[in-house]
């Protein structure tokens, strides 16, 4: 979702992704001359439908950005995850990915992006994820 105002808000999505993908990010502070590029995000969208994966494997993703080593986050079992960089203070970007199933929430923060400073993803089938996440039970559960 960009927010353009206070009344404005444009959602784009990439409606599928395979193992294989790989999405960079990267921040660069507004100019006048700057060009908005968040509007092709849709265009990056992997072609051929739906993908299977194979049971007892998840859709997982590596991280890396000059800040840290390689990570990899996925999500609990039967669950999804959702990644999130985001410009409130409008000088940098914070990434965040929240995962969750009917049980638990998992979350991470990750690195604070600063002008020309890079994010990349690149998804994996995979049974496990690093470093570990926080984990919250969900209400129903208690």
Same mark, same amino acid.
């Given at each position: 979702m960009v927010k353009r105002?206070? =009344?404005q808000k444009v959602d784009y999505w990439i409606k599928t992704i395979k193992p294989g993908d790989r999405l960079k990010f990267t921040y660069n502070l507004a100019s006048a001359t700057a060009n908005d590029t968040i509007s092709e995000i849709e265009t990056l969208a992997t072609l051929n439908g739906r993908y299977e994966i194979p049971v007892g494997y998840r859709i997982g993703f590596d991280v890396l950005s000059k800040a840290r080593e390689k990570v990899r986050l996925s999500h609990p079992p039967d669950g999804g995850f959702d990644?999130? @960089?985001? =410009?409130?203070? @409008?000088n940098h970007a914070r990434c965040f990915v929240m995962a969750d199933n009917e049980l638990e929430s998992w979350n991470w923060q990750l690195d604070d992006l600063f002008d020309s400073d890079s994010i990349q993803l690149n998804f994996v089938e995979t049974t496990w994820n690093t470093p570990f996440p926080r984990i919250e039970r969900n209400e129903a559960d208690h």
């Open positions: 105002g206070s =009344n990644f999130m @960089l985001a =410009n409130v203070p @409008l």
